[in-house]
């Protein structure tokens, strides 16, 4: 009789789960309209928490909803989260966002973003690439004291504009980070 180690156990677990991850594809499951629902609570809150970026939605050619990242690190840090690509109110393609991070860092927080596309060519290459990460050409737009969203023309005059609110929880440290937004089927 042959004895299993913790090792081996281990080992054969993570096998069979890489093996059984790509069986479940997605179609027919009720994740978009979840996402949607999500997305379109995101929206209303941006929009009547921050009105300024009702004028950055309309110039812009799409939008990049993520209604939930969360984001966790103690040195090395990680974060995921999924939402949904929108291109005249409607929703046209789904994405995951995927984050990793190092240096001197602790703490978890969770977080909503949009990317708003303000050009044509930003969305296309966006939509076309295989994954996209985030560069230079992004623009934040960030909470000021007076709890305005800041989005002048200096921001949408910028290829991408990311907007980040709703922050929960405490992330402290100084970082190396990335993050690649992959289609998905949910």
């Known amino acids: 009789m042959t004895q299993f180690s913790r090792r081996g156990f281990t080992l054969a677990a993570l096998a069979g789960a890489g093996v059984t991850a790509a069986c479940g594809n997605g179609v027919g499951s009720s994740a978009g309209p979840k996402i949607d629902a999500r997305v379109d609570k995101t929206l209303d809150y941006l929009y009547s928490t921050y009105p300024n970026t009702r004028d950055l939605a309309d110039k812009s050619n799409g939008q990049l909803v993520m209604p939930l990242v969360t984001e ?7 974060g995921y989260g999924r939402g949904a690509l929108r291109v005249d109110g409607v929703t046209v393609d789904y994405y995951s ?3 990793g991070s190092i240096g001197l860092q602790i703490g978890a927080q969770q977080f909503a973003h949009v990317l708003f596309f303000m050009t044509e060519d930003a969305l296309t ?3 076309h690439s295989p994954g996209w990460a985030a560069g230079a050409d992004v623009e934040y737009a960030l909470n000021d004291k007076g709890g305005n969203m800041r989005a002048e023309t200096t921001t949408s ?3 991408v504009v990311a907007v980040i609110f ?5 992330m402290a440290g100084a970082t190396l980070e990335g993050v690649k937004y992959t289609r998905i089927i949910p």
Do not use: H
């Open 125 to 127: 290459r966006f939509r």
């Open 166 to 170: 709703g922050q929960a929880g405490l």
């Open 157 to 159: 005059s910028s290829p």
């Open 72 to 78: 966790a690190g103690f040195g090395i840090g990680g």
């Open 97 to 99: 966002s995927t984050k």
